[in-house]
T-cell receptor, first 114, second 114 residues
Framework: DQQVKQNSPSLSVQEGRISILNCDYT??????FLWYKKYPAEGPTFLIS?????DKNEDGRFTVFLNKSAKHLSLHIVPSQPGDSAVYFC?????????????FGRGTSLIVHP | DAGVIQSPRHEVTEMGQEVTLRCKPI?????LFWYRQTMMRGLELLIY??????IDDSGMPEDRFSAKMPNASFSTLKIQPSEPRDSAVYFC??????WGHGYTFGSGTRLTVV
């Protein structure tokens, strides 16, 4: 049973436009949400995160929005660049004895066309 | 810092053979995680260690899988005997408390069991 769901396996966007990647979750106890980016033949790398007490976090071209009532978060990339083409994983954490173990979604493959 | 180092990068083995994947975490990180990535299930947590002690191995799919962390700088994931359905990319990651900027993943080991 997937507690973190990324229902779009792929997304194609034109360079310069906005990319919106979506993520839904089922566990209302999740307290921290993260996005990771993964290039082929590399491990995922941390991109941006948001605490459950906030509804927006911005870092340069990347903004994550959290809608707790809908159990939904999204990652906005503006403007999109070809180098953003990668697989994006959404993750959520539950505090567990001081550690924070993320549960990952299946990922969304973003392709940004020049 | 060289990051999280995994070996080998690629492994092709015959069904029934033993496979050992290796990981060197970042020095000073006291959490180590093993993940498996497949198209169907995305990134699955197999097991994690804290200060070399296995904390949660509920994600290990079968008794054929075992993991050890004999010291703070080395961990292994062993599959014996291997089966074709074990084919996947296996990632190791490490982190430390106050990890709000996420885990650091290795580049992964692509395992193919034929």
């Amino acid at each position: 049973d997937q507690q973190v769901k990324q229902n779009s396996p792929s997304l194609s966007v034109q360079e310069g436009r906005i990319s919106i990647l979506n993520c839904d979750y089922t566990n209302s106890m999740f307290d921290y949400f993260l996005w990771y980016k993964k290039y082929p033949a590399e491990g995922p790398t941390f991109l941006i995160s948001i605490s459950s007490i906030k509804d927006k976090n911005e870092d340069g071209r990347f903004t994550v929005f959290l809608n707790k009532s809908a159990k939904h978060l999204s990652l906005h990339i503006v403007p999109s660049q070809p180098g953003d083409s990668a697989v994006y994983f959404c993750a959520a954490t539950l505090p567990s004895g001081g550690s924070y173990i993320p549960t990952f979604g299946r990922g969304t493959s973003l392709i940004v066309h020049p | 810092d060289a990051g999280v180092i995994q070996s080998p990068r690629h492994e092709v083995t015959e069904m029934g053979q033993e496979v050992t994947l290796r990981c060197k975490p970042i020095s000073g990180h006291d959490y180590l995680f093993w993940y498996r990535q497949t198209m169907m299930r995305g990134l699955e947590l197999l097991i994690y260690f804290n200060n070399n002690v296995p904390i949660d191995d509920s994600g290990m799919p079968e008794d054929r899988f075992s993991a050890k962390m004999p010291n703070a700088s080395f961990s292994t994931l062993k599959i014996q005997p291997s089966e074709p359905r074990d084919s996947a990319v296996y990632f190791c990651a490490s982190s430390s408390p106050g990890w709000g900027h996420g885990y650091t993943f290795g580049s992964g080991t692509r395992l193919t069991v034929v």
